[in-house]
């Protein structure tokens, strides 16, 4: 099913980057379009849409193609915390001025 929008300008950017990126790994594999659309569980149809970066194509069928050619990996890390620079600055902003110790709650016996 479509998507009932465009996607922006920077998204059809990076899917084509990544549709020609797949294609590129398909061919120095030296694997047919048919052989990789099988071992990814989609149609042949469906594999020509991701090598040209369609964004109606879901992101499971991408991750399906990746792990086809054994590049699954890489999309695990995409937005590890490690390279969220944006989040830890403002994780690092929220860090409390100086450290106090915490007080113990009095027992009442």
């Not at 694997?31 to 499971?60: H, K, N, Y």
């Amino acid at each position: 099913m479509p998507t009932p929008h465009s996607a922006p300008a920077g998204v059809r950017r990076a899917l084509r980057k990544l549709g020609a990126d797949i294609q590129d790994a398909r061919k120095r594999r030296r694997l047919p379009m048919a052989v990789v659309a099988d071992r990814a569980f989609t149609s042949r149809t469906t594999l020509q849409r991701i090598e040209a970066g369609d964004p109606s194509v879901g992101i499971g069928i991408y991750a399906a193609t990746l792990q086809a050619l054994g590049l699954l990996e890489g999309l695990a890390d995409v937005a590890d915390l490690t390279r969220d620079r944006v989040g830890q600055a403002l994780a690092a902003t929220e860090l409390p001025k100086r450290a106090r110790p915490r007080r113990k709650a009095k027992s009442n016996a």
